[in-house]
């Protein structure tokens, strides 16, 4: 295989990149930076990117270490590179939220602006390339989600939980009402004060 100079800058880039905390050598999202990086729901012009879902705090998930990044290095050798990357859902519930994570591991594909979503059972290096390349065509296309607000996370939370929607809503309406009632003891306090000023003053008698 023949090896431009884009393609060994490319490789270069992947194993000088810092680990995360799992030790993997692929590239790390945050919630910060996934939109920016992917474009996954912008339009997808950085190129292609599978992305694994996993936990820094499952022991048994850290197998995948060897075959993602064996899988990241052969794929940015190819003329069209796929770029591998980890979300860490312990440190970055927010975009499982987003994702619709709901086990782990879960490998989502960004390509053709649309979401693929890889179910096999192998998450060997091969099969994990095969699906990037050509496999993901087996599967639906899915609609990327948009990027979601914090108060928007917390609102959809809140919808699957009553007793905490109700304890939200309890806690809202008696923080509002306090306010109002700090507000109108103030205006009353400003107005007393004001009516004092304005009195006439008692003449005192000359001793």
């Known amino acids: 295989m023949r090896l431009t100079a884009s393609k ?3 490789i270069s880039l992947a194993v000088l990149l810092p680990a995360t905390s ?3 050598t692929a590239i790390t999202l945050t919630s910060q930076d996934f939109e920016s990086k992917t474009q ?6 950085t190129g292609i990117w599978f992305v694994l879902f996993t936990s820094s705090g499952e022991p048994s998930l850290q197998h995948l270490k060897e075959s993602w990044d064996e899988a990241a290095l052969s794929q940015l050798t190819e ?3 796929v770029y591998h990357a980890v979300v860490d859902v312990d440190q970055q519930p927010h ?3 987003r994702f619709g994570v709901q086990g782990l ?3 989502l594909l960004f390509r053709n602006r649309k979401m693929y979503k890889y179910n096999g059972e192998d998450t060997g290096a091969e099969s994990l390339t095969a699906f990037a390349r050509e496999g993901y065509k087996g599967t639906a296309a899915l609609e990327v989600p948009k990027e979601i607000s914090p108060l928007d996370i917390a609102l959809k939370r ?3 939980n009553v007793p905490m929607a109700v ?4 806690c809202a309406f008696l923080g509002v009402t306090a306010a109002m009632l700090w507000k109108q003891g103030r205006a009353e306090a400003v107005v007393a004060a004001d009516k004092k000023a304005q009195a006439p003053k008692k003449r005192t008698k000359a001793s």
């Open 158 to 160: 809140l919808q699957g």
């Open 22 to 24: 799992l030790g993997f």
């Open 8 to 10: 060994c800058v490319l």
């Open 167 to 170: 304890g939200a809503a309890a």
């Open 79 to 81: 003329s069209v590179p």
């Open 40 to 45: 996954a729901a912008t339009g997808q012009t």
């Open 105 to 107: 591991p879960s490998f």
């Open 95 to 97: 975009l499982a939220d």
